[in-house]
């Protein structure tokens, strides 16, 4: 009976150590990422816009913010946001973007990882519209979106930025950030950072939990 006990332990403790892997980078209530680099390469090129968003999900007070800078295309300095893009990139945004020097939420201060300006998305200050709505699989509140339009990517070249998402909200509110991607008949999303959730008890565990009580039911009736 004691190997039974100890193989139903085993099994409790893989399933809840065995989650799978989150694609967002998760903070606490009022944390921050911190500065991360996001690379990516897309096969056989690209043309079209590229964007971020920030997005509240469960409210529309208390605000959760996304800071870009130091965008590189094929190793090149491609823009920083210190002057308006050079030509043929342009911008177009929704909600509140703007150019800043230092942004301080959630747990830190945080200042441009190139040059002298970055840019900082709020969430609550605007309304990102469909983007965050399903059918893309993301439900949010409301938020803000930038694009950086005319956007090229060569075949075998890799575009890589510098983000930070740092939030005032709350757990279980949910904000999230996105980078997109925009060829005009193909829109993808990328997920970035997002406010911690709360991890579920499996069923499974549930389960495993109740069949270990019920064995150390039957050993005490043997047993009396």
């Not at 409790?12 to 690379?39: K, N, R």
């Not at 300095?77 to 990139?89: H, I, N, R, S, T």
């Not at 950030?177 to 005009?184: P, W």
């Not at 911690?196 to 039911?217: C, Y």
């Amino acid at each position: 009976m004691k190997k039974q006990i100890f193989i139903g332990m085993a099994l409790i403790l893989a399933v809840m150590t065995a989650q799978p892997a989150a694609a967002f980078i998760e903070v606490p209530s009022y944390g921050a990422t911190g500065w991360q680099t996001f690379s990516w390469t897309p096969v056989g090129g690209f043309t079209g816009d590229i964007g971020w968003l920030v997005s509240d999900w469960g409210d529309d007070e208390v605000e959760s913010y996304l800071l870009v800078d130091n965008i590189i295309v094929g190793g090149t300095a491609y823009y920083g946001f210190e002057d308006d893009p050079p030509p043929p990139l342009g911008y177009d945004f929704d909600g509140e973007a703007s150019p800043v020097s230092s942004s301080a939420y959630g747990s830190g201060a945080f200042t441009p990882t190139e040059g002298s300006i970055m840019i900082e998305l709020d969430s609550v200050d605007g309304d990102s519209g469909f983007y965050t709505d399903p059918p893309y699989g993301y439900e949010g509140t409301d938020g803000s979106v930038f694009w950086l339009t005319g956007v090229s990517v060569t075949d075998g070249q890799t575009l890589t930025f510098d983000w930070n998402f740092a939030t005032n909200d709350y757990a279980p509110l949910q904000d999230f950030s996105l980078f997109l991607t925009d060829t005009g008949e193909n829109l993808e999303t990328y997920e970035l950072g997002t406010i911690e959730a709360a991890v579920p008890v499996p069923a499974v565990v549930l389960l495993l939990g109740s069949s270990l009580l019920g064995l150390l039911g039957v050993r005490k009736k043997f047993r009396a």
